[in-house]
Structure formats: C-alpha cells, structure tokens
C-alpha cells in the first residue's frame, strides 16, 4: 500500500514539477505561433508551491525523492528571482539620475477633480525625477493647460505625442535638453513607442517610453478574475470556465504584443547608444515573450536592485508587475522601488537612480 501511495506522489510530483517548468520558460515561445503556450507563463507564482509542497512530504516519506523538487527548484531559479528579486539595499550616489515611469491612468480622469490641484501633477512636480516618462498622459481638454503649468515649472524639456486621437498619450519631461524624438514603427490602433535622445554633458541618452498593446480588462473580466481567486470550493466549472476566457483574452493581447516588442527591440539594436534607459507600461509581466524580448541586454532596475513582487498595476485585486524599468550595462541602477504612497491611478510609479559607470 505504501509503494502505491509513493508511486501516486512521485506523479503528482512529476507533474507539478512539469507545471512549474513550463510556466518559467513559456516566455521564450512566440505567441503569434503559439499564444496560448506563451502566456501560460502568468501562472509561474503558483506553479512553485506544489513544487514546494512535496519537500517536507519526501522528508518524511523517501528523502532521496527530494532531489525532483530541489533540482526543479534550481532550474526555475531564474524565473523566481525576476518575479520575486532579493536584494540588499544601497543608497544611491549623490550624482545619479532618477528616473521616473509613470501610467497616469488619464491623470485620474475616472474621479477626476475639478481643480489644478490633481494629486498626479503634484507627485510629479515634485519627484525630483531627471527624466520621467508618462504614459497615458491625457488630460481634460478644459484644464490640460492649467494642469501642465506645475510639470512645465520643473521640467524645461517636453514631449507629448496622441495616438490617433486614443487615450494612449506618450509624455516625456526632462531636466535634459530633446535632441531627438521619433515614433517606433509597429502596428497598433491605440499604442505607441517613443525614442527620445537627451543631451547629457558630452554624451547622450536614448530614452524609450512604451504604452504595449492592453490587455483590455473589462468589468466583465475582472469579476471573472475574481471568481478564479474566490476560496469557495463551489461551481469549480465556473471556475475553469471563467480561467479559459481570461487565457484566450490574453493570449490574444500578446499575439498584438508579439511584433510590437520585436520592432521596439529592432530599433534599440539599431540606434544603440552608450546609454539607453527603456521603461514603460508593457501591459504584460516580466516572464513575458514581449518583455524578454525587449529586455535581453538590458538590465532590469527592479530584478537588479528591488525587492518582492513589485507589482504595478493594482486595480480590482488584479496585482501584477507590468511597468518596467530597464537600463543598459553602462549604467549601474539604485534602489529601484514601486511608489505604493500614490494609488490615484490604476498603476504605481516606478523610480530608480542611474549610475553611469564610466563618469
């Protein structure tokens, strides 16, 4: 009866095991061919405790047996520290830039106060941030001159561009002079990507700001999301139900997402330059093939120098780290942190301080 009930764990935990390795490199396969696989990487964080489970389970039953989780455990090694990052903290150096990436959600156009005393405005007045880049950045057309007079006070140095009259509106505020602004070339029928190149002593900076195709979370969605996450044992259909419908929706976001990411990594690789700091709302997490893609020879500031889950994007009890932060080898990042002190829009602020390595 034992070997039988060891054989039943050994599968089980062979198949968790299976689960959880998959889940961490998804991200790699390309979701045009193949969306559904792709974005079964969002799932990573809870494929890790089955894998877990078993541990104490084989510590009293075959010790031996602990080595399938162990080893498993050491191969998604990776994925867990770009999910979860530990790192000891290191105060920035006093010359370092700060760096801003903000979603505005519309500058809080949902609740939006009848006053130019907007809490986002404020925030960013007063950031102390040398180059910040905002996404979403629409205002009310009634007020949008009074509410940018605070942001023009500090930041000498502007760029907004509209996409097609959408919402998805690029801004880039700097204390460094624009040489340079151009659009990435993709398509996309309400996203955009910017490259900004700054001034900086005898050297530039190439700044690119993204808005990544939405995953278009509706209301409808989001209660689905929160039937999935319900701890009722109850309707485990509609639990199964509800998970297919998000998996597809996703799945078909990334697929969009797929070519957008590949031509803003094109571009990079193109116009290479000394310094490249790539931030942005990427509307897909760090496992992603759209933010692999993007970020391979970059270093991500949060994985580099944050801690925990760093998640982003908070609204309805959907957290998820989809705003990212990235710089290149030439840099050195500091103390790069999710700003949870503002939840007037949907997403956090993500700041970090930039280092270069060679001044």
């Known amino acids: 009866m034992k070997k039988i009930i060891v054989g039943i764990l050994l599968l ?3 198949l968790a095991v299976v689960g959880m390795l998959i889940s961490a490199y998804a991200g790699y396969v390309d979701p045009t061919r193949h969306p559904h696989l792709s974005t079964f990487s969002i799932v990573f964080a809870y494929t890790v405790l089955p894998v877990v489970v078993f541990l104490p389970v084989w510590l009293v039953l075959r010790r031996r047996f602990m080595l399938i989780s162990l080893v498993a455990l050491v191969a998604a090694l990776p994925a867990l520290r770009t999910t979860m990052p530990v790192n000891f903290k290191h105060a920035p150096p006093t010359d370092a830039l700060k760096v801003l990436t903000y979603n ?3 500058f809080d156009k949902w609740e939006y106060p009848q006053t130019t005393d907007n809490a ?5 007045s007063e950031s102390q941030a040398d180059i910040v880049c905002v996404q979403e950045a629409c205002f009310q057309d ?3 001159v009074a509410l940018m007079r605070p942001m023009a006070a500090v930041y000498p140095y502007r760029h907004v561009l509209r996409e097609n009259h959408s919402d998805t509106q690029l801004m880039l505020l700097s204390k460094l002079p624009i040489i340079h602004a151009e659009q990435i070339d993709y398509h996309s029928d309400a996203n955009l990507s910017m490259a900004y190149e700054l001034a900086w002593g005898s050297d530039t900076i190439l700044v690119v700001n993204n808005h990544l195709e ?3 979370i509706t209301e409808a969605d989001r209660t689905r999301m929160q039937t ?3 701890d009722s044992p109850r309707a485990p259909r509609s639990k199964w139900r509800s998970a297919r419908v998000l998996h597809s929706k996703l799945a078909a976001a990334a697929r969009i997402r797929a070519p957008q990411a590949r031509a803003v990594a094109q571009y990079i690789k193109d116009n290479r330059r000394r310094y490249v700091i790539v931030c942005g709302d990427f509307n897909d997490h760090p496992l992603s093939y759209a ?4 970020a391979r020879g970059l270093t991500d500031c949060f994985v580099a120098t944050g801690n925990g889950k760093g998640y982003t994007y908070h609204q309805s009890n959907i957290n998820v780290r989809i705003d990212h932060l990235l710089c290149s080898k030439t ?3 500091y103390a790069c942190s999710v700003d949870r002190r503002i939840a007037d829009s949907d997403h956090y602020p993500v700041v970090t301080y930039l280092k270069a390595n060679d001044r």
Request: hydrophobic share 45%.
């Open 12 to 14: 089980l935990n062979g």
């Open 228 to 230: 999935i996450t319900n």
């Open 142 to 144: 009634f007020d949008s």
């Open 120 to 124: 986002i405005v404020r925030y960013i």
């Open 331 to 333: 840099f050195t990042p």
């Open 214 to 216: 939405t995953n278009a």
């Open 291 to 294: 933010y692999r893609t993007i």
């Open 104 to 106: 505005v959600w519309l």
